[in-house]
């Protein structure tokens, strides 16, 4: 039986991972010490990363001199920066709320499970209005390992009172998919094909919040019928 939707954020209930890839982007160019290509491929490594491991990866693509506490620093600034200025309505994915109401009105517990910083997540849920809607809300600051470790969503299982078996994931990158296939959840995968993501470990595919209401749908009404 289907007993909880837990949800990723950025990438899913607001699309700030192609905003922010973008704007990535330009952080390599500016902190880049060499002239080698750096390849489509090499420049995905960020998706879907916790924001205490992208200073690595930055450092390893633009081969910077800069010691790795300094270029964490510039990132972290650069990271506030960023979502200080995002207008999170604008790139809300408000179908969302088709979801939340088929979960409350069949007893279904909501929650978020990010790898992002609780003020984080708190300031863009507020922002889309719909913070008051979820039954617990999960950081990844607060385990010692993020995502891909499957702890986060081993613990929020466990708050929700779930069994993971009866639980679902919505995520779109390859480390959020893991951490909870590991933790023994089903994964419906939030389809993006802007950027490189290895998405192939997801249980099922949804273009958009309409169709992955579907799919839980589909679900729900299977175990009734079995139940």
Partial sequence: MLQAIIFDMDGVIVDTEFVEFDLQQQFIEQHKEHDDEISFEARSEVCGKALSDIPEIMQRLTKSS???????????????NLFNNVDYPSIFRSDIKLILDYAKANNIKLAVA?????????????????????????????????????????????????P????????????????????????????EKRMLIDQSLADYMGKDMVEILGIIQARYNQAKQAG
């Fill in 114 to 162: 990010s790898s992002s910083a609780l003020a984080h997540i708190q300031r863009i849920l507020t922002a889309c209005g719909i913070i008051d809607e979820f039954d617990l809300i999960v950081s990844g600051e607060q385990f010692e390992h993020s995502k891909p470790d499957p702890t986060i969503y081993r613990y929020t299982c466990e708050k929700l009172g779930v």
């Fill in 66 to 80: 800069l010691p790795l506490e300094d270029l964490k620093t510039r990132y972290q600034a650069f990271f506030e």
């Fill in 164 to 191: 993971p078996e009866n639980a679902v994931a919505i995520e779109d990158s390859y480390y959020g998919m893991k951490s909870a296939k590991t933790a023994g959840l089903t994964v419906i995968g939030y389809e």
